[in-house]
Each structure stands twice: as C-alpha cells, then as structure tokens.
C-alpha cells in the first residue's frame, strides 16, 4: 500500500480542515476530515510558520491564553475610566 502524498499542492487550504478537526473534536461537528488530510494540513501549516517566522513574545502568548478578549461596551468602559 502505497503511502499518501503529504505535501501535495492540490489539498485544500490547510486552514478549513484544521478546523473540522477543531470542532469535531470539541463535538460541535459529527464529522471528521480524514487522518492523512489532517497530517497534511498540519504540515503545511508548520511550513507556513517557518516561512513567516512568526515570533512572539512570552508576555503576548500568557496574554492569549488567560486574559478573556474584551467586547466593544467592556472597551468603552475602559477608555472613560
């Protein structure tokens, strides 16, 4: 048995089956993509990231994770006090 291509140009955007991945393992979606689509995806999406060189600071990432993003009436409230 032949193994799949990992890297072909062809797959969809890697982006949309990231996130049927996401939702079907968060139970939102019943449906799954495929183990070899999401294998591609997410080496495409590591090489996307090293071609940008994406970098963030350590403060911005603990940011990202614990502080909850504000609406527009909490932004509001912020800029009278």
Do not use: C, W
């Amino acid at each position: 048995m032949r193994s799949p291509e990992l890297t072909s140009p062809t797959s969809p955007d890697f982006t949309t089956v990231l996130e049927q991945a996401v939702s079907a393992y968060r139970g939102e979606a019943s449906d799954r993509p495929a183990a070899p689509a999401v294998v591609n995806a997410l080496l495409q999406a590591e090489k996307a990231a090293k071609q940008q060189k994406l970098t963030y600071s350590f403060i911005h990432i603990l940011h990202q994770l614990f502080v909850p993003p504000r609406n527009k009436f909490q932004r509001l409230m912020a800029q009278v006090r």
